[in-house]
């Protein structure tokens, strides 16, 4: 399964940017985002299972919508209120284990993005 994120750029606090992940296959198992800045630890930010049952981080609860296209190959994050803290690489994952979107949220995932970069700032 090849992913390929796309939508990253700069932005100023408040604004919005949405992500895409195309997947090289149709994928019946859970996708999600996580996102990584230097010197900061990896952070699940949000997943949908392949029922589109969805699951947040505290701090994209509100601000971030996770959904998937009917086709299963294409996984959204739109991201809105953007915040300085939100700077990061953000990498799309799929992983093909995890029942239930929390878990896939919480997981490693099985196959990764290259990462797009998402810069907040005035």
């Known amino acids: 399964v090849q992913l390929v994120e796309s939508g990253g750029g700069s932005v100023q606090p408040g604004g919005s940017l949405r992500l895409s992940c195309s997947a090289s296959?149709?994928?019946?198992?859970?996708m999600g985002w996580y996102r990584q800045s230097p010197g900061k630890e990896r952070e699940a930010v949000a997943a949908?299972?392949?029922?589109?049952?969805?699951s947040y981080a505290n701090f994209a609860k509100g601000r971030f919508t996770i959904s998937r296209d009917n086709s299963k190959t294409t996984v959204y994050l739109q991201m809105n209120s953007l915040e300085p803290e939100d700077t990061a690489i953000y990498y799309c994952?799929?992983?093909?284990?995890?029942?239930?979107?929390?878990?896939?949220?919480?997981?490693?995932?099985?196959?990764w993005g290259q990462g797009t970069q998402v810069t907040v700032s005035s």
């Open positions: 994952k799929v992983d093909v284990a995890a029942v239930g979107s929390i878990r896939c949220r919480l997981s490693r995932g099985n196959y």
């Open positions: 296959v149709a994928s019946f198992y859970c």
């Open positions: 949908i299972d392949d029922v589109g049952s969805t």
